[in-house]
């Protein structure tokens, strides 16, 4: 896998979406005054109280984010399959891309988002980029577990999320800042401050890790 997501998701992504997180800095909706920053980082400067963060595309200016005591920090890691339970909100990425009205979607990854996006509502479509085309990954609230995994999206359509013994399956752990170094991918919730200033509200590490796992 590559080392970042691209959920987009979650925007999102989720969550949020072309089979990892873009690495492209960008802004998304998850309500007013909410956006996401997505891609690598290129400098940490605890003086300034800053994070900078690069997108991999050419004509992307970095985007910088300040960081406070309120900023909470995540790294995402493979769990088992297993570890899923009714009620996650998870994003689905598949090889090929997810029409709008598809009943299923074979899911290559996915990824628990509860923490990644507490503001956002349960069910909410972190696949989703507006308008009816493809999309590599749908979001939704898990439903059933068995005999099939099925999640609810937030247009209300039930998707049976298939999965095979290479998808791979990952959620959030606590992190610190400490774990935010330069060449860090990171997709970063923000707000913004009195000033207008991009605020870090949550920041998760998307390190590379290696597909396994995730079996049903």
Do not use: C
Request: charged fraction near 10%; hydrophobic fraction near 40%.
């Amino acid at each position: 896998m590559k080392p970042s997501l691209n959920i987009l998701i979650f925007a999102i992504f989720v969550f949020v979406a072309a089979g990892q997180l873009n690495a492209n800095a960008q802004g998304g909706g998850f309500g007013s005054g909410v956006m996401q920053v997505v891609g690598a980082v290129t400098a940490v400067d605890t003086t300034a109280n800053t994070l900078t963060v690069q997108g991999r595309g050419q004509d992307t200016a970095p985007i910088t984010v300040k960081i406070n005591d309120a900023t909470k920090y995540t790294r995402l890691a493979i769990v088992p399959y297993i570890s899923l339970k009714v009620g996650d909100i998870i994003q689905a990425a598949g090889q090929t891309p997810y029409q709008a009205g598809d009943s299923s979607i074979a899911a290559s990854r996915i990824t628990v988002l509860n923490s990644l996006l507490p503001a956002r509502p349960a069910g909410a479509d972190a696949g989703r980029r507006g308008g009816g085309g493809p999309r590599t990954g749908i979001a939704g609230t898990i439903v059933t577990l068995t005999p099939a995994l099925t999640i609810k999206t937030a247009d209300g359509n039930t998707v049976t999320v298939t999965t095979t013994d290479t998808t791979s399956v990952s959620a959030t752990q606590p992190a610190t800042l400490a774990d935010v170094a330069t060449g860090t991918n990171v997709f970063i919730t923000t707000g913004t401050d009195s000033n207008a200033t991009l605020l870090a509200k949550i920041v998760a590490v998307t390190p590379a890790f290696e597909r396994k796992g995730g079996t049903n």
